[in-house]
């Protein structure tokens, strides 16, 4: 598919706001690849615990491939740096996200998209090694180490949690946390295919740390900049609400 035809396809994506239905994928199968079979156990894009943060080796010719890929098929969503676009494409670049997200979590997430959202599935377009350049573009952008995660079990209180959820989270991320679709700026946390992919880690991170430089601030610093501090028992309570009602 020729470049000036990915970024027509992904205009069409955003505008469309269809179900798992957009990237190149989606022309030729229209099945999404399911994480069984394109990560089996013990690839090294499966693991999101500290140890295994970093698991691609970038050269400078991956960099400049996945560049070019980012640029032609992902600027219309994510901005020209990943910077984000509030309500169409979250933000990439944002320190705080690097710094929690692992290689194989951004891996799968591009290879796999996010059923239900506008993020298409990028693998069946662009192979393992395309999406795994992609990120090495990514780390590029700014040198940031990865943080030690917790990866516990969530130890909360789902109901509790969804009173959280309702009163703080969900005016951005919408009742049913499907993002976008229900509100302007946050994404779906609610959905099975982001909380699939996703670790308690990566998840206690970015809420008590917010995503630098995005809507998404800090709940668990008594910060001024915070919409309201959350103590770790309320974070564990979000996070096992969003864990039993996924959708
Ligand atoms: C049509 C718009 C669109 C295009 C094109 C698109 N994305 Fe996305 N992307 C999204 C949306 C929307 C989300 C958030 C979905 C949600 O969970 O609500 C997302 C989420 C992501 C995430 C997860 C971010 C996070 O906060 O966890 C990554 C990584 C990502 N996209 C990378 C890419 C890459 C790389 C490309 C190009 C190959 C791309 N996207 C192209 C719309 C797009
Ligand atoms: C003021 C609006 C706002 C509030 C309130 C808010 N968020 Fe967010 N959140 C966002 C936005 C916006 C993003 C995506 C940032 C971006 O564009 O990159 C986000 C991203 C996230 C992410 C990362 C999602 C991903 O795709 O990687 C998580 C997890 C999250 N929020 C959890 C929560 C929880 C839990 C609460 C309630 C305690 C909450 N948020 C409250 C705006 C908000």
């Known amino acids: 598919m020729s470049h000036y035809r990915?970024?027509?396809?992904?205009?069409?994506?955003?505008?469309?706001?269809?179900?798992?239905?957009?990237?190149?994928?989606?022309?030729?199968?229209?099945?999404?690849?399911?994480?069984?079979?394109?990560?089996?156990?013990?690839?090294?894009a499966v693991g999101t615990s500290s140890g295994e943060m970093r698991t691609i080796e970038a050269n400078a010719a991956r960099v400049a491939a996945g560049r070019e890929l980012f640029q032609g098929s992902c600027?219309?969503?994510?901005?020209?740096?990943?910077?984000?676009?509030?309500?169409?494409?979250p933000a990439l670049n944002s320190e705080s996200f690097l710094a929690a997200a692992s290689d194989g979590y951004?891996?799968?997430?591009?290879?796999?998209?996010?059923?239900?959202?506008?993020?298409?599935?990028?693998?069946?377009?662009?192979?393992r090694e395309g999406v795994e350049n992609i990120v090495a573009y990514m780390r590029s952008w700014r040198d940031i180490e990865p943080v030690r995660l917790d990866d516990a079990p969530a130890r909360g209180d789902a109901e509790a949690g969804a009173v959280v959820f309702r009163e703080i989270c969900a005016a951005c991320h919408g009742n049913?946390?499907?993002?976008?679709?229900?509100?302007?700026?946050?994404?779906?946390?609610?959905?099975?295919?982001?909380?699939?992919?996703?670790?308690?880690?990566y998840l206690r991170h970015i809420i008590a740390n917010g995503k630098t430089n995005t809507?998404?601030?800090?709940?668990?610093?008594?910060?001024?900049?915070?919409?309201?501090?959350?103590?770790?028992?309320?974070?564990?309570?979000?996070?096992?609400?969003?864990?039993?009602?996924?959708?």
């Open 75 to 89: 600027v219309s969503c994510h901005g020209d740096e990943g910077e984000g676009r509030v309500g169409i494409g």
């Open 6 to 44: 990915r970024v027509v396809w992904a205009i069409a994506c955003a505008v469309v706001i269809s179900a798992g239905a957009c990237g190149e994928g989606a022309e030729a199968a229209s099945a999404t690849p399911s994480v069984e079979s394109e990560f089996p156990a013990g690839d090294p």
């Open 106 to 127: 951004l891996t799968r997430t591009i290879y796999l998209g996010r059923a239900g959202t506008t993020m298409p599935a990028w693998g069946a377009g662009f192979g």
């Open 176 to 201: 049913s946390g499907a993002g976008y679709q229900e509100t302007a700026n946050g994404t779906g946390i609610g959905r099975a295919a982001f909380l699939a992919e996703t670790s308690n880690g």
């Open 215 to 247: 809507p998404m601030k800090p709940f668990g610093r008594p910060a001024a900049i915070a919409v309201a501090n959350l103590t770790n028992d309320e974070i564990e309570n979000v996070i096992t609400h969003l864990r039993a009602s996924a959708w």
